[in-house]
């Protein structure tokens, strides 16, 4: 059983910077593909981010050259590093481990365990 958690939301103004962690138990969850989803409200959940099992990167178009994503397999950890907010960004952000291979990284269906997620707002 997989249990990711997310931490590091929170309230922001615009072009601020905020680092997004999940942790998980779970010895091999540093090893799936890993993913990141927001939703904001009255919106569906959408993809943000990815990081395949060997390394392959994905972004959404909307946070490319802002957001960064990273895992730390020794703390069993991944990361996503958001710059230059906008308001546009304001939502929950969940973390996701897709345990399958050769899935499609940026569908929120191919993803078996999600954490809670954590509350961002970009807002002067």
């Known amino acids: 059983q997989v249990q990711p958690v997310e931490s590091g939301g929170g309230l922001v103004q615009p072009g601020a910077s905020l680092r997004l962690s999940c942790a998980a138990s779970?010895?091999?969850?540093?090893?799936?593909?890993l993913g990141w989803f927001r939703q904001a409200p009255g919106k569906e959940r959408e993809f943000v981010s990815a990081?395949?099992?060997?390394?392959?990167?994905y972004y959404a178009d909307s946070v490319k050259g802002r957001f960064t994503i990273s895992r730390d397999t020794a703390k069993n950890t991944l990361y996503l590093q958001m710059n230059s907010l906008k308001p546009e960004d304001s939502a929950v952000y969940y973390c996701a481990a897709d345990t399958a291979y050769n899935r499609i990284p940026t569908q929120a269906r191919n993803y078996d365990y999600w954490g809670q997620g954590t509350q961002v707002t970009v807002s002067s």
């Open positions: 779970g010895r091999f969850f540093s090893s799936f593909s």
């Open positions: 990081i395949t099992r060997g390394g392959a990167l």
